[in-house]
């Protein structure tokens, strides 16, 4: 029998903390915690002494200066009289607009690709591989400057739509113009009775969603499966539409008085816009603002509308001069006989319709460019697509290896229990290649939304080039530009990498 | 019965001596054609698909090949180019102006580097390529090793020039380091030697280095000629900057890959911070930082040129990405390799070299190999901050009043040699995960 | 291995190390190389040639410094520099001097805390369209798409000339002059604007150079001219000076092929102070007497300069205008050398 003894009760000794592995592990970590903060305390003195030799401070109040710069694509309000702090929020809106964008195009191109990178096609495998291999080897940067030029001298200008033989013309019933300043689509404009529109749209939505749970419970209670894609289509399109057009009929042709300062009563909107060229506008409702402007730009004017939201406003922005002609309802009228506030005004000869409930303002032609709808510049596609191109080549390969990864008896299987094509691909194919395929997915997701710090090469005014160009540049802020810049960049990648881990973990395999 | 039926068989048996000669397969189902039907008409979807291809190909090819092959190669400046062009095919036929290439082909590939040491940077390539051959090549015998262990001060004075005696003292560096470690552990036990293998070099390098040098210098001048950074420009200063990032990344990226996997708290949030700082980051805001923002890091005074800051911030950025392929490496090997290097009662230390990284980082070659082909594509970025590599050398040369106006040549080019680099590697990458895939069967 | 490598090559960066202060002419001296910030590529301006040697009339001043000091005007290590990094680079050390169409402005001197040593072109932002477009003064472009070029001063002024003359416009903004150039001959803007020098070059270039105009509108005041650091002012002095006697020259005649023999001493005190014959001038810049022979000798005076790079027998065929001598009616007005 062995007997036990104590281990010798010894007092702590220096030397342990370096031979004894008990207290080694701290020991190391204790000197690594000491020298990185030693390391952070040497660089943060530095800092503070160059900046001091140079006279500069760490101030970030030059996000409240005026910033002075023009940005062409602003998601919000912006003019050159806005702070820097707002450039930088436009560019902040205009980076995650184009990464959005971007991950969504690559993901419908890479899936694409991938897939028909597999066809037994021999030809479109081929041309697929050559578009696979030539973006993933060939440097991003070039691609944004080649897809940027190629756009610019393939596509028309604006002033190739001019004239009776016009060498462009513009497509879908004269509702989108492709020239080589970007894309120019229709904007909807809200109306009067958008409300009820939208009503019975959100309406029809969670009938949608009560029809679909009900094909589930009675697929499941009794195998039966019901026809869920056309119902749900039909829901989805059918009520909103037939609103749309009943309410439509009834008030679209209501004609609306136009009311403009310093006019002789019964005057002609021609005669008028021919003293007072490119007037700015302003409406109620706003479709029949809309209206006004394309009637104007038929007459070769340019329109500034000013968005205006009650009769109050409207009243006050004509008093004022922000706008010269006014479009309202005809029991308005009354009130702006005469005089507003003592601004001399009359009603033209002129009527424009009140527009539907929702209306699409369409691109017009006037003077140097086209005028009204929205307008996608040409920075934007170009981006968007290199970095769709790109990225959509590293994702072909991604999910080729996906499908790849899904073992050809798992197919057999499923069409052995007698299922379909279709269903075998929905149920038992894509959710098995989709867990090889997410995770490397997200870090692509990531590298475009980085990537598009690029923008700089077709002038597309991401935050990188609103804070962390043309503001640094023109305040001398480096440290604090590139320091919000890099938190910015940051913070980013971690809530997208955070939020597609969640739903990796949602289709993860459930282990024990 | 059975008798009847043999008998009447036999009687009407016959049996053929002799094999029928092969026929001819029907026409649909040989050669060309059967291919065809194949490969590119086996349903109406692929019919359409293969039409829709060739009219893309022949479209593309149709804009394109005359553009290029009729291209003019011997002019000495765009305007020439165009008179050339209007003399051989007249007016408006629009053709590519490859003169431009052959005008600046030195600018484009060796940047400003004396012409009279072109055969430096090449040389530096080859010794390059010998260096690490055995690394990737696992077949070559292991001495080989050392010279890569070499290669890195050897490529440095090459490219850089200067005398011989600044890399040789710096090296002396690791040696002295060596030596203090074989000294030092049975003196002062592992850890101390550890620590006195960092900081007497660091001492060395900081304090008598450069003095020493300067001394051996001073009696024993031996040196080529020293070529500052400036001078350095277009694919060499791509690939300068690449591989010198990839080479000082990759023990950058091993130490913290295993910082990362270290059940040490400090030391593994210390690398998950860095590694995830780095990598949630853009390339271009590093470059940025490291254009604008070092300077204000360093002590004050101090002021190394862009191209070392541009490697530093490269080395740092790479060394993120490295460390996560490593991790992925060292995650791949089974939990019996660690179990079984620990009942051998080896150390942290010695586990890890002797038995855990060399597997670990056979299987992560690959992975490091595409880092490799990124990093090298991402070395354009620095045109942003005004280095001249190729594509920054494409805006330089197109702002001579000789080539303003060339456009598509430079890119194509450009494009081309990128391709070729990055196609090749990435082949590479492909051939060694095949090969590698076989071991584990 | 691995490791040691890694901390080799932060060895070699530490002995790559120099020190920036405030003797910068000591500095140069013992370097023997002028480093100087130049654009990335500037038609006329500064681009390198097929030989590799930069060439152009911002790097000409570099070169007249480098002669001055070093009396060598092939010891500059040109730095190319963007828009966005050539003030660090200034204000970091690792150049000396920025010769790289800098505009003149309040806040670039004061706040920056730069030195402009004087101007070497005065310079105004300008407009150019295509000639079919029919517009004939800036005033018309109302609604205009402009290109331009982004990190200038350019940016700002087009903002506020399109504000205070109410008209509204659509930037884009591109990242260097060739490309702004492509996107302009595409259509893809109606307008470049950049400074009047930068416009009348890049039209030079075109295959069609007469299918385009420069509006007659200047709207700013762009006065470009080499800058330095604040806080050593000696070298402040050399730079100007040396730019003071490239101008100074030109007025009084002295040209490459005549100053070794106005050198000899000749009937003028100026020319004779100026080219060290007379006076102590160089040695209270702290360089040689014959400084000014050295620059003068080597790139010539500003007129030849001008004529070489820049001027009306260039293929950028740019007028002396604004830069002409005082005598002249231009602007061109060096402080005595006395």
Known sequence: MATYTDPPTESFRLSQLIYDTRYRSMTIQVVAFILVMLALVILARNVVINLGALGKDFDFGFLFNRAGYDINQRLIEYSNDSTHGRAALVGILNTLLVAFLGCIMATILGVFAGVLRLSNNWLVAKLMSVYVEGFRNIPLLLWIIVIFAIMTESTPQPRDFRGEDAEASMLLFDSVAITNRGIFIPAPVWGDGTLLVVAVFLASLVGIWAFRRYARKRQEATGDILPVFWVSLGLFIIPTLAVYLAFSAAIARDQYPLVAVGAEQGMTLEDYVAENRNPAICALPSTAGVNLSSALRGLDQRADILRVGSAAELQASVASGDCIIAAMPPDMVDEFTGAVDGVEVATLADTVDRGRPLQFERPQLAGFNFEGGVQLRNSLIALWFALSLYTGAFIAEIVRAGILSVSRGQTEASYALGLRPNRTMNLVILPQALRVIIPPLISQYLNLTKNSSLAIAVGYMDVRSTLGGITINQTGRELEGMLLLGLFYLLTSLIISGVMNIYNNSVKLKER | ?441 | MKKSVFLGTLAVAGLAAGFASAQTLAEVQERGALNCGVTTGLTGFAAPDANGEWAGFDVAICRAVAAAVLGDPMAVEFVPTTGQTRFTALASGEIDVLARNTTWTFSRDVDLSFEFVGVNYYDGQGFMVPRDLGVSSAMELDGATVCIQTGTTTELNLADFFASNNMSYEPVPIETNAEAQQQYLAGACDVYTTDASGLAATRATFEDPSAHVVLPEIISKEPLGPLVRHGDNEWGDIVRWTLNGLISAEELGITSANVMELAAGTENPEINRMLGTEGELGAMLGLESDWLVNVISSVGNYGEIFEGNIGENTPIGLARGLNAQWTDGGLLYSPPFR
Request: charged share 15%; net charge negative; aromatic share 14%.
């Open chain 2, 1 to 441: 019965m059975s008798d009847t039926h043999a008998e009447s068989a036999l009687a009407t048996a016959f049996v053929r001596k002799d094999m029928l000669p092969e026929r001819e397969p029907p026409v649909a189902e040989k050669g060309a054609v059967k291919w065809l039907r194949e490969n590119l008409f086996s349903s109406v979807l692929n019919s359409i698909l293969t039409v829709l291809s060739v009219f893309v190909i022949y479209w593309v090819l149709s804009h394109v090949l005359g553009w290029i092959f009729y291209g003019i190669w011997d002019a000495d400046s765009l305007t020439q180019c165009r008179e050339i062009r209007d003399e051989r095919y007249g007016e408006g036929m629009e053709v590519a102006c490859w003169a431009v290439l052959t005008d600046r082909w030195d600018q484009l590939t060796f940047g400003f580097y004396p012409s009279e040491l072109y055969w430096r940077p090449v040389l530096a390539l080859i010794l390059f390529l010998g260096a690490i051959a055995p690394v990737l090549y696992a077949e070559l015998p292991r001495k080989l090793l050392a010279f890569t262990a070499a290669s890195p001060f050897i490529l440095y004075w090459l490219l850089w020039g200067g005398s011989i005696w600044g890399p040789i003292a710096v090296a002396a560096g690791f040696i002295i380091a060596w030596l203090v470690f074989k000294t030092a552990v049975p003196i002062i036990g592992q850890l101390g030697a550890i620590i006195a293998t960092v900081v007497v070099p660091i001492l060395y390098w900081m304090f008598l280095a450069g003095p020493l040098a300067g001394v051996i210098d001073g009696i024993l001048p031996i040196g080529i000629e020293y070529v500052p950074s400036d001078d350095f420009g277009g694919f060499m200063l791509a690939f300068v900057i690449g591989i010198a990032g990839i080479i000082l990344s990759l023990p950058l990226g091993v130490v913290l890959a295993l910082g990362r996997q270290s059940d040490l708290f400090i030391i593994n949030k210390f690398s998950v911070i860095f590694i995830e700082v780095i990598r949630g980051v853009p390339l271009i805001v590093w470059l940025f930082t490291a254009s604008l923002l070092l300077n204000y890091f360093l002590p004050p005074g101090t002021n190394f040129d862009l191209m070392l800051r541009v490697i530093i911030m490269v080395t740092l950025f790479s060394s993120a990405y490295i460390a996560e392929v490593v991790r992925g490496g060292l995650a791949a090997l089974p939990r019996g390799q660690y179990e079984g290097a620990d009942s051998l009662g080896l150390d942290y230390w010695q586990s890890m070299r002797l038995i855990i990284l060399p597997q670990a980082l056979k299987i992560s070659i690959p992975g490091i190999v595409s880092t490799f082909i990124g990093l090298f594509k991402d070395t354009t970025l620095v045109v942003f901050i005004g280095l001249l590599d190729p594509i920054g050398f494409s805006n330089a040369i197109r702002a001579s009043t000789d080539w303003n106006g060339v456009y598509w040549e430079l890119f194509i080019f450009i494009g081309l040699c990128f391709f070729i680099s990055c196609y090749s590697m990435s082949r590479y990458s492909q051939y060694l995960e095949r090969k590698l895939r076989t071991d584990h069967r």
